[in-house]
């Protein structure tokens, strides 16, 4: 849930980057693959498309898709096959954490680190964590809903929630 103002976000201005993100410091780089296997795996790649040619740092924190600004204009023209690469190489046995490493190597020193309001962390920042029921996708297809367990976001809604969300 975003709690700061929109408006803040909007005018921070990229320069040249890409992507704007926060990072996740609960999780370096070293935490999820050995820098030998890594820097290995990077003096495989297809010349031209990785950005990256130094060592990569193992106490690099990932990056935190909580909230991420995106200036299309930046896009490098091999962004899809880099990720698809480290997603590949990484081959993590939770998807969402390959995916998020193979972003936070796609993008290694190639992007605008927000401000730490925008870093989801608790009640003083412009972010909080939504703890309230969702739809969940299953392993059958469908959607199911999972209870919340809090009510954080309910302190957030306007006057006119109460009717929208008794129907």
Known sequence: MIKGKIEDLVRIDLGSYAVGASEDCSSRLGDYISMDVLNAVQRTAPRGLLHHTETFDKDTCLLDFDVLLVEPRNIKR?????????TKAVNLANQRDSVMLAMT???YDDYLKLPTNWKRADANTDILY???PKNVCAEDGL???EKGSGEIWQHYLGPKSDSVLST
Not at 78 to 83: E, F, K, P, T
């Open 78 to 86: 091999n962004l899809i096959d880099s990720v698809a690469f480290w």
């Open 105 to 107: 190597l796609a993008f």
């Open 130 to 132: 939504y703890d309230g």
């Open 143 to 145: 959607q199911h809903q």
